[in-house]
Every structure is written in structure tokens, then in C-alpha cells.
């Protein structure tokens, strides 16, 4: 994998990012959120998400997918680092709100990234499903929240990738995970977050888009989600047919 090759998928050209500054930082994480989704349809198809870097790269840069926040964190670390940043790799546990109780350790991944000759390191999470997270880095155990009343607590341990294959193998295949109740597809805009949403079971057909301006999610036909998903999201692959309730072992 090229750092051009890389740079291309996100829209952005190489000239202008030099020096790699904090203005460039916000100009690639905003870019790679806006270009690469947030979406769970590989696991619905009975794949396992993976945390090699070579399939992540391969996902995100040479299928034009999207992923979760594994993929997508762990997909703009290796970015991020061939720009001459230095970036480590931290675990999280999602919360069901602020209250900061429950969710299951490493069940997300973030970036502290300290940039060349810089005083000080960020925060960057563009794979929290919702907006792109940029901000100072929080002491160990802190609780980060988004504009969306989401959660998580950090863990300033650094991690490698290789670290999450387990909560990804959960991730991609119990019953319990967040990711097997229904497939979704989204991605972080200038304007806001526009997501389509949904799940196929026997004859319940439910799928909904919200678009950057929606009051509230507007109901689609599967063709019409299937289009969307295409002409906003940029992925070809068809939806999964069905949701599946667990992902097949192994799989």
C-alpha cells in the first residue's frame, strides 16, 4: 500500500499537508470521515472484521469499504503515521451513556496522535459512528462523550492492533454485539451525519435514511436503501439479505 494510494481514496492530494501540522490533522480526519463509512455489512454476510493491517488496508483502500471503528481507527493510524505522525493505539470501553457505568473493555479503539515538533498530543476517533472526535487527550479512565449523548472511557495503556482480535471475533459474531442487531452505513459530513439504517428478516423489510437536513429518518424500500447506499456511500457490494443474529463461528 501507497501513502498516494491511501491519500486518493480520502479525496485528499499530498501537496498542502506539509508541514504535517494540527490544521492538516483536521483537514485528514474530517476528509477519511467523510469518505470512508462507518458500516457493519461485512459482519452481516458472515465475515469476521480483522485487525491485520493488510486487511484493513485492503478493505478500506482497495474495495473502497468502509468498517468499524477498528478498521477505520486502526486503517487511519497506519495513515496517519506514514505523514510523519506518532500515533498510539489506546483502548476504550463503550458506555451505554455518561453515567460511566457498564460495556465491555477494548470495545473501541482511538488515536493519541502527537504530531512533528508539536507541544502537545490529540485525541482523533473517526470511528465512534458518528462525529469525528479531535480534542485533547483525556487522562487515563476519563469518560468522552459525543454531541449524541454517547460514550466512552479510555484506557491510556497503549495497545497494538493485534490486541482487539478478540472483542472483534466477539464483535463479528455473538448474539450480544451492537453490530449484529442491524446494518448500518454512515458517515460524517461538513453539514452533519447522513446514515441509512435498517435490517431484512423473512418478510419484515425495515430501512431508513437520514439525510443531513431530515427532521427524522425518512422509510426506504430496499432498493431505494441499496441506491443510497451506493450513490451517497460510494459502496457497490449488495446489502446482506437478511440480519444475521450471530455471525457463522469462524466465519
Not at 479525496?11 to 490533522?25: Q, R, S, V
Not at 478478540?166 to 454512515?186: D, K, N, Q
Not at 453539514?191 to 430501512?207: A, K, L, Y
Amino acid at each position: 500500500m501507497k501513502l498516494a494510494d491511501y491519500l486518493q481514496r480520502i479525496g485528499l492530494p499530498a501537496e498542502g499537508l506539509e508541514p504535517f501540522d494540527e490544521l492538516a490533522l483536521r483537514r485528514v480526519a474530517a476528509a477519511h470521515a467523510a469518505t470512508v463509512p462507518f458500516e457493519n455489512t461485512r459482519a452481516h454476510r458472515g465475515e469476521r472484521i480483522s485487525v491485520d493491517i493488510d486487511d484493513i488496508l485492503e478493505r478500506l483502500v482497495t474495495r473502497r469499504e468502509g468498517g468499524v471503528c477498528y478498521e477505520l481507527n486502526g486503517g487511519l493510524a497506519w495513515l496517519l503515521t506514514e505523514l510523519g505522525a506518532d500515533v498510539e493505539i489506546n483502548a476504550a470501553q463503550v458506555l451505554p451513556d455518561s453515567s460511566g457505568v457498564g460495556g465491555l473493555p477494548m470495545s473501541h479503539l482511538a488515536l493519541i496522535v502527537t504530531l512533528p515538533g508539536a507541544p502537545r498530543a490529540f485525541l482523533v476517533d473517526v470511528g465512534f459512528g458518528g462525529e469525528t472526535i479531535l480534542r485533547e487527550v483525556p487522562d487515563d479512565g476519563d469518560i468522552v462523550t459525543t454531541g449524541r449523548a454517547s460514550a466512552y472511557r479510555i484506557d491510556r495503556r497503549p495497545r497494538q492492533l493485534s490486541d482487539f482480535e478478540g472483542l472483534a471475533w466477539w464483535h463479528s459474531t455473538s448474539p450480544g454485539s451492537r453490530f449484529m442487531t442491524g446494518i448500518i452505513v454512515s458517515s460524517t459530513r461538513p453539514g452533519g451525519i447522513v446514515t441509512v439504517f435498517g435490517r431484512d428478516e423473512g418478510d419484515s423489510v425495515s430501512w431508513f435514511f437520514r439525510d443531513l437536513d431530515a427532521d427524522r429518518p425518512r422509510a426506504l424500500t430496499r432498493d431505494e436503501a441499496q441506491a443510497i447506499v451506493a450513490d451517497t456511500f460510494g459502496l457497490d457490494a449488495p446489502l446482506p439479505q437478511r440480519v444475521l443474529r450471530y455471525a457463522p463461528v469462524g466465519g
